[in-house]
């Protein structure tokens, strides 16, 4: 008898796995570990100490970058998950009509076009904007950060929109329900962790992001990413390894949060 | 008998330009209060889509659907005092069977007390009791389908529509809640619309059907009229198993025909609108027609080859092949000695008892 087809019996499926586990995370683990290192080596160990976490506490620019990190993230992931799930409503919750592929194909683009495309567009139209209104501020960032998020938010709620049983909606309605209280008390509850993770998912990416806010930022308005990005053309020491390890350990928190609060919903 | 729903020349036309489609044509229905009604049919009759324009989910192309004489057919559902159990339930996942029995009562701005008061009315007319803090994903398909129940009488509709919410169970629990059915429409003294492609439920629980076909209403009425005097074709086929003969009306004397069939055999049969010498096609129930020894004796109609003998335990069905080439089934009781009286392949006569063949409306 011939045993069904398994990849696990492929000759080298083990050898292979463990390479690619270790590419992936080889890299992070080195890293982690030097965010523990006393001296200021990236390359030598010479023993365990807390001392990069402190130094990067204490460092001013640090800790202004992660503010400012936090602050452009959160900003710009609530407005992107708000326009993400109206859209997300808008285009699910109709009957098909000519044009409604585009709109799907507009709202996701965004993921397809080359960062450094949007980037430099960005920086042209902001530059004019500036120009004209004189306003230098965060605002400019929030808006570059919210309109690169809206199509991450975007696929989680759409999704979840999908999966949903629309006669629901409908027994909502049969039971005196308006529209608006269908949504309220039926839509909206079971949309939840659609739009919670497309809130995670907005805020991590916006809280990452490199390029687009290297070109739209002006003077003084780095992120925690670009300072660090900074500091690499200087003296590298593992204080970036340990701004690097207090990051990780905050999204592998919110993954985890996400994780309980929407199986606990389920 | 006061008239609770109104169906006068509705329409409904799904599609634009040349992909249209007719899915109820012109349908005249009167539903009366307090009343058990069926609309019964295969799927895509458009049983269904007639429910959802009472219910308000379909809005009809044509025609006015009156509610104790005001039309609501552009009403949007959430105004009309009509409530539904839908076929896959829909029960709120994320509420407890209770809240979603209350769902419609605190929609209607109801006060908290008189909200949990009627709840525990409701859980008590279902025997979901114990269940009521329980979420809807814990308890059994028998049970979600009586949350729906409750859920949907709690608000106290003028009209229950039911959308054949009886599929999903399995064959003993449905038998159960069709009897149950019947029992709080009694109690409740709402008008239940019901939907089903089941004839044998549609026969058993309503006061009267609607046979429907490709989106029109064959015929109306009670569960009797409607088996024992099958407007045409389709609906003696639909409902039960029929037998078809065909003939031509040789005389006729008060209510009664005299029909030779093609066979050369001669079947009285009760007839309204024939005249002598029509063409006419008669339908017999199994179960008013016996397989007997040849030579007949009496009221034997016809002959033909036994073919096969199916034993059902209450009774058995005997296949008999016709001269023409049909088969014509009997259906008899089973009685101690009746099993081997017949031996597949031999010749046996037909006996129709008195009154029990009916010649169809002519042309259907």
Aim: with cysteine; charged share 20%.
């Amino acid at each position: 008898m011939a045993k069904p087809f398994s990849v696990k019996r492929q000759r080298g499926f083990t050898a292979m796995a463990i390479a690619c586990f270790a590419a992936l995370y080889l890299p992070i683990f080195v890293l982690v570990i030097f965010a523990f290192n006393s001296a200021s080596s990236l390359s030598h160990f010479e023993g365990v100490s807390l001392r990069w976490f402190h130094e990067a506490a204490q460092n001013k620019q640090v800790v202004d970058a992660t503010l400012r990190s936090f602050h452009v993230a959160s900003v710009a992931a609530v407005i992107a998950t708000l326009v993400a799930t109206m859209a997300a409503l808008a285009t699910t919750r109709t009957r098909p009509y000519p044009g409604l592929t585009f709109k799907y194909a507009l709202l996701n683009a965004p993921l397809m076009i080359p960062e450094i495309v949007t980037a430099v567009a960005l920086l042209i139209v902001f530059s004019q904007v500036k120009g004209w209104i004189g306003y230098t501020g965060i605002g400019y960032l929030i808006a570059a950060h919210t309109a690169f998020c809206v199509p991450f938010a975007y696929l989680p709620i759409r999704a979840r929109l999908e999966n949903m049983d629309l006669t629901l909606e409908t027994a909502a309605a049969d039971l005196y329900a308006t529209r608006w209280n269908t949504f309220r008390y039926v839509t909206l509850p079971l949309l939840w962790p659609g739009i919670l993770a497309g809130l995670m998912l907005s805020f991590v990416i916006s809280l990452d992001d490199v390029v687009i806010t290297e070109f739209v930022k002006s003077a003084g308005q780095d992120t925690l990413p670009t300072y660090m990005l900074g500091q690499l053309r200087r003296s590298i020491t593992p204080e970036v390894n340990a701004i690097s390890v207090v990051l990780l350990l905050f999204s592998v928190l919110v993954v985890t949060l996400f994780f309980f609060a929407s199986k606990r919903r389920n | 008998m006061n008239e609770a729903i109104g169906i006068r020349d509705v329409s409904k036309v799904f599609g634009q330009g040349d992909t249209t489609f007719t899915a109820v044509a012109r349908v005249n229905i009167s539903i009366r209060e307090n009343e058990f009604f069926t609309l019964l049919g295969p799927s895509g009759c458009g049983k269904t889509t007639l429910l959802r324009m009472i219910a308000g989910f379909e809005f009809p192309t044509d025609g006015e659907i009156l509610l104790h004489g005001e039309n609501i057919a552009d009403m949007p559902p959430f105004r009309r005092p009509i409530n539904t159990v839908f076929q896959n339930y829909a029960l709120f996942p994320h509420m407890t069977v209770a809240d979603n029995i209350g769902f419609g009562l605190r929609m209607l701005g109801k006060s908290k007390a008189e909200v949990s008061e009627r709840v525990i009315e409701m859980l008590r007319l279902v025997k979901m009791e114990p269940m009521a803090g329980r979420r809807t994903s814990e308890i059994s398909g028998g049970q979600q389908q009586r949350v729906a129940l409750a859920r949907a009488l709690a608000p106290q509709p003028k009209v229950l529509l039911l959308d054949e919410p009886l599929s999903a169970l399995d064959y003993k629990l449905r038998k159960e809640m069709q009897l149950e059915l019947k029992r709080m429409q009694h109690e409740t003294g709402i008008t239940f619309i019901f939907v089903t492609h089941d004839q044998e439920e549609a026969l058993t629980m309503s006061d009267r059907i609607a046979v429907m076909s490709k989106g029109q209403v064959l015929q109306v009425g009670s569960p009797r009229d409607i088996y024992d005097a099958p407007a045409d074709r389709f609906v003696a086929e639909f409902i039960g198993e029929t037998n078809f003969l065909t003939g031509r009306v040789r005389k006729i004397a008060e209510e009664t025909a005299e029909v030779m069939l093609e066979g050369g055999a001669a079947i009285s049969a009760t007839a309204a609108g024939v005249g002598v010498g029509d063409d006419v096609t008669i339908v017999v129930r199994p179960e008013h027609a016996e397989v007997v020894a040849v030579p007949a004796t009496g009221s034997a109609v016809t002959k033909g080859t036994l073919e096969n003998v199916v034993y059902f335990g209450t009774d058995t069905h005997f296949h008999v092949r016709l001269p023409d080439g049909s088969v014509f089934v009997t259906r008899q009781q089973n009685r101690p000695r009746l099993s081997s009286e017949f031996a597949v392949g031999s010749e046996v006569s037909i006996a129709v008892a008195a009154d029990a063949a009916r010649i169809l409306r002519a042309g259907a």
